[in-house]
């Protein structure tokens, strides 16, 4: 049925969040997908349908939310409900982008 994969190099899948646009590896963003009951938040990746995704921090959701990305990204139109799932979620992660690479400006001598 399904052929072997082989683990070969180092594939990351890379995925635009629809808020702010920048390509990341699939794991560090949070996946929606438009289901029959509406749109939801998919913990796990693996929700059949058409899906987007998004950073896991306000900023690109609150960006999201205002040019209409998710409709356009899902094809659909959310309902209120949709929205207030959405939003509600959005609620629990942190307002700002998570620390990536730091630089290292701080000279910091003894
Ligand atoms: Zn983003």
Same mark, same amino acid.
């Given at each position: 049925m399904a052929p072997k994969k082989r683990r070969r190099g180092k594939h990351i899948p890379q995925r635009t969040c629809?808020?702010?646009r920048t390509v990341s590896s699939k794991w560090e963003l949070i996946r929606i997908v438009r289901t029959p009951d509406g749109v939801q938040i998919d913990p %796990? &990746? &693996? +929700?059949p349908g058409r899906g987007a995704y998004l950073h896991a921090n306000r900023a690109c959701w609150e960006a999201a939310f205002k040019r209409r990305a998710f409709a356009r990204a899902l094809r659909t139109t959310l309902t209120q409900a949709d929205i207030q799932r959405l939003r509600a979620f959005m609620e %629990? +992660?942190?307002a700002e982008e998570l620390p990536r690479e730091e630089p290292e400006s701080e000279a910091n001598g003894g």
């Open positions: 629809i808020g702010c %796990t &990746r &693996r +929700l %629990t +992660l942190p």
